[in-house]
């Protein structure tokens, strides 16, 4: 079974820094990679997703993650971060077989941006 | 607009009462699941469905049930509420089991 390993539960930043949000992911079996945003009180809603191809996926809001097979990663970054990032981010893998319908979910990482 | 509604939004109830949380999509989406995700926790997939008369238990056992009998609806019942229960419950439902899923709002529900 997967297991998706989000290496900081919070990351607190000043506006206009650049960040970046680990994930690793347990298995090297083809998988598809996605990260999506929470704001408070509100579902998650997807950022961007790897499903083939280029491993460097530009999602919405500026954000962007790249695909590193050989360490099982799949970390998002951002080169300069806004009030309106302040949300939770949680990164999910699925195994690409057919017939394979678990999603799993890290336990999220918290981002903070500071005025 | 197509979305997926999820109501109450907020639930606050005693021990012992029934409840159905309801989900409601309308994107024509085969694929729907019911998560369970509590605070500072990965999100844990309770049930989910593959179409009309198709349901599952998901990895994390829960004494909910759920029904499919129509494609854009996907209620979950809880017989009698225990306080255990307090959680928040997501609703998500996608066009194939292998691509992206969208998720509702959720519900928030509080057991006294």
């Known amino acids: 079974a997967q297991s998706v390993t989000q290496l900081d539960s919070q990351v607190p930043v000043f506006e206009e820094a650049p960040v970046e949000l680990r994930c690793n992911y347990s298995?090297?079996?083809?998988?598809?990679l996605f990260w999506y945003v929470q704001y408070p009180n509100q579902g998650l809603q997807l950022l961007l997703k790897?499903?083939?191809?280029?491993?460097l996926v530009k999602g919405i809001n500026g954000f962007e993650a790249e695909f590193n097979k050989s360490q099982t990663s799949f970390h998002l970054r951002k080169p300069s971060v806004h009030i309106s990032d302040t949300a939770e981010y949680f990164c999910?893998?699925?195994?690409?077989?057919?017939?394979?319908?678990?999603?799993?979910f890290g336990k999220g990482t918290k981002l903070s941006v500071i005025p | 607009e197509a979305d997926i509604y999820q109501t109450p939004r907020y639930l606050v109830i005693g021990t012992g009462k029934k409840i159905t949380l309801e989900c409601s999509q309308t994107?024509?989406?085969?694929?729907m699941y019911w998560y369970q995700q509590d605070p500072g926790m990965e999100l844990h997939l309770i049930h989910y469905?593959?179409?009309?008369?198709?349901?599952e238990k998901g990895d994390l056992s829960s004494e909910s049930t759920v029904s499919r009998i129509r494609t854009e609806h996907f209620p979950l019942t809880l017989e009698s509420a225990r306080p255990s229960h307090t959680s928040q419950y997501l609703c998500?439902?996608?066009?194939?089991?292998?691509?992206?899923?969208?998720f509702g709002p959720g519900t928030r529900l509080t057991v006294l």
């Open positions: 994107m024509g989406h085969d694929k």
């Open positions: 998500a439902s996608s066009v194939w089991a292998n691509n992206e899923q969208f």
């Open positions: 298995s090297s079996v083809s998988v598809y």
């Open positions: 790897y499903l083939s191809g280029s491993t």
């Open positions: 999910a893998v699925k195994d690409s077989g057919a017939g394979s319908y678990q999603l799993t």
């Open positions: 469905s593959y179409g009309v008369n198709s349901t």
